[in-house]
């Protein structure tokens, strides 16, 4: 069983890659765009968590919040925004609130506050904890809580995106990973622009990952990337 989580943004792109780190990480996503639409979802699919954006349209994060607390005391929640001002949090937390992350955040962070609240709740139990965390390969080691990338040589923080690329990388080992599938699973489409980009994240993992010389990232022209080791 993995755990529910609804997870409510208005922002498409955020939304899209934070709750494909969720999924990756082990948890079942329910995404809404407003806090109407949350509420109605909410009543029909109670979640273990719930991660709001505060600023949104039809009904704000504050008065979701509320409106969660009077059908559910003992789910916790999670506000995620950009409102970082003292008398936002105090806000956040008087409304139902059991921690806030100011954006941005690291994606690391955000699983670490939910295991603790799932465990402070009562909910996190050991034979039901999201996936493994920790990937090693050659001599280094992917953690995709953290983000941290561990080489022979040093421990370097990864962004989210150098995360999802590794960890792709990681799941194709040893095969063609085409160009095309990084592009519309992380960037969500494969336009010039994100192309261009995704060579550049591509260029900082090799630069890493040369610590390990048994480790080969080669990109093959017009196909895409493998991952040898």
Partial sequence: MNYKVLYVEDEPTLAQIISEGLRSSGY????????QQAL???NSNIPDICILDIMMPIKDGYSLAQDIREKESNIPIIFLSAKSLPEDVIKGFKSGGNDYLRKPFNMGKLLVR????LTRFGTLKEDNLPISSRKRFGACELDTLTQQLKTPIDTYSLSYKETALLELLLSHRNTLLERHVPLNKIWGDDSYYNARSMDVFMSHLRKMLKDDPSIQLMSIRGAGYKFIF
Wanted: aromatic letters at 6%; zero cysteines; proline letters at 0%.
């Fill in 40 to 42: 109605e979802v909410f």
């Fill in 28 to 35: 079942e996503v329910v995404v809404a765009a407003d806090g």
């Fill in 114 to 117: 939910m295991e603790g609240l």
